[in-house]
């Protein structure tokens, strides 16, 4: 068979499961429909729809579904990419998103919402939008500008604009280095990876804005700051929806924008712990390689996830669509998906159990070559020692 018949016979076998993904806000505003007016049947627990649906049935459901390894031919990629099909999908994410969240906004300050259907509230609305946060990640890695402003556009529920500036122009440089603030390091828990990925990628995307204005004669406060940008957006979608419902709405969006927020970091915690690119003769890191990400090819998560989690072909091709991301065989494997790994990423010592004979494994027993927490490279080196 000529590889053009091999193009011409090849077929998306996940086309129509790609839907899932703008499915999640439409489930969510459907779930919070179902808690307002079955409040009698569903209780106050009837707003915890989507923590449950993404912490325990999608990780049950990736186990039960199994794995994809196949990858579309390559003769195929470029009619597979210009397809609009797929683009559309993820531009269906944003309105529901945007709706989504206005409706749980509105319901956070019904005087007769309670406590625990608040906190539902945050955590749901706050899903939404921290997956959200993926749907910018595909949309912000493309030339045209429509869909670079989408990405924006989706960043401002969560107030995170500035992860257009720094993921972009920031990670996928330092990626799987101890400058990385968003590459965590073997032995570092969530808990203090959160802290340093929060503050330091900030901290990345203003000094990488001064310096692009620098060169163009501007001050780092001038307008065509991309981070003063995005962070206006966010101020003009809280203000809004201050201006309709009160300032009492003002706590639930901030709570919900840093679950969301912490959402993605969680998933940053996962995709490279402990995994660092070594440095060269001349004292450069070496180019970023399949074996500096976590894979994964569950596949329920990467429908709802845009293939996320084929991560190292996206570190190869950060504007590769996802529908045309491949596995690679030589990329370290996670034991579940992303879905699978949120609970366990929240308890040290049982990401430890799970994952640092993973990374030394990796490494062939030679636990030097990973990327160690500072404070605790030593306890690491007389536990695991030098094969």
Same mark, same amino acid.
């Given at each position: ?17 790609? +839907? ?23 209780? /106050?627990?009837?707003?915890? @729809? ?16 199994? !794995? /994809? ?22 531009? =269906?994410? %944003?309105?529901?998103?945007?709706? *989504?969240?206005? &409706? ?28 959200? #946060? ?18 924006? #556009? !989706?960043?401002?529920?969560? =107030?995170?604009?500035? $992860? $257009? ?16 603030? *968003? ?15 929060? #503050? @330091? ?30 962070? *206006?957006? !966010? ?6 929806? !201050?201006?309709? +419902? ?20 969680? %998933? ?6 402990? +995994?660092?690119?070594?440095? /060269? ?31 190292? /072909? ?9 529908? =045309? ?14 879905? @699978? ?5 929240? %308890?040290?010592? %049982? ?11 990796? &490494?062939? @027993? ?20 030098? *094969?």
């Amino acid at each position: 068979m000529t590889e053009t018949t091999m193009n011409a016979s090849w077929t998306d076998g996940k086309r129509y499961w790609w +839907l899932l993904s703008p499915a999640l806000p439409l489930l969510v505003v459907l779930g919070l429909l179902n808690f307002q007016f079955n409040h009698a049947i569903v209780g /106050d627990w009837g707003t915890w @729809g989507t923590p449950f649906l993404v912490y325990l049935v999608l990780p049950l459901f990736d186990f039960l579904v199994g !794995t /994809d390894r196949s990858n579309p031919p390559e003769s195929a990629i470029a009619a597979l990419e210009r397809d609009k099909y797929y683009r559309w999908i993820v531009y =269906a994410y %944003v309105p529901i998103q945007y709706g *989504a969240t206005a &409706y749980g906004a509105w319901l956070a300050v019904q005087p007769d919402t309670s406590w625990l259907a608040f906190a539902g509230l945050v955590l749901s609305i706050g899903m939404i939008n921290g997956v959200g #946060i993926n749907t910018a990640h595909e949309l912000g890695h493309k030339r045209e500008n429509f869909e670079r402003w989408l990405a924006r #556009i !989706t960043l401002a529920p969560v =107030a995170y604009g500035h $992860f $257009f500036v720094e993921h972009n122009r920031g990670h996928h440089r330092n990626v799987a280095t101890p400058e990385d603030p *968003a590459s965590s390091r073997m032995g570092e828990s969530f808990w203090a990876f959160l802290p340093r990925t929060m #503050i @330091g990628s900030l901290r990345s995307a203003w000094s990488l804005e001064r310096e692009r204005l620098a060169r163009r004669g501007k001050s780092a406060w001038h307008w065509d700051n991309e981070n003063l940008q995005a962070w *206006a957006m !966010t101020v003009v979608v809280f203000g809004a929806l !201050t201006l309709w +419902l009160g300032w009492a709405v003002l706590p639930f969006l901030l709570l919900q924008a840093f679950y969301g927020a912490s959402l993605l970091e969680v %998933v940053n915690y996962i995709e490279h712990y402990g +995994l660092l690119r070594q440095k /060269d003769a001349s004292g450069r890191y070496v180019r970023c390689e399949p074996q500096h990400s976590w894979n994964n090819n569950h596949i329920i998560s990467n429908v709802f996830l845009y293939q996320l989690q084929r991560h190292s /072909d996206h570190h190869a091709n950060p504007m590769r669509r996802f529908q =045309a991301l491949r596995h690679f065989r030589d990329s370290p494997q996670l034991p579940a998906g992303y879905a @699978g790994m949120l609970l366990p990423a929240y %308890v040290p010592f %049982v990401w430890y159990r799970i994952m640092n004979h993973r990374v030394l494994a990796h &490494y062939n @027993g030679d636990i030097t070559k990973a990327n160690l927490q500072p404070n605790r490279r030593g306890a690491l080196l007389r536990r695991y020692g030098r *094969a």
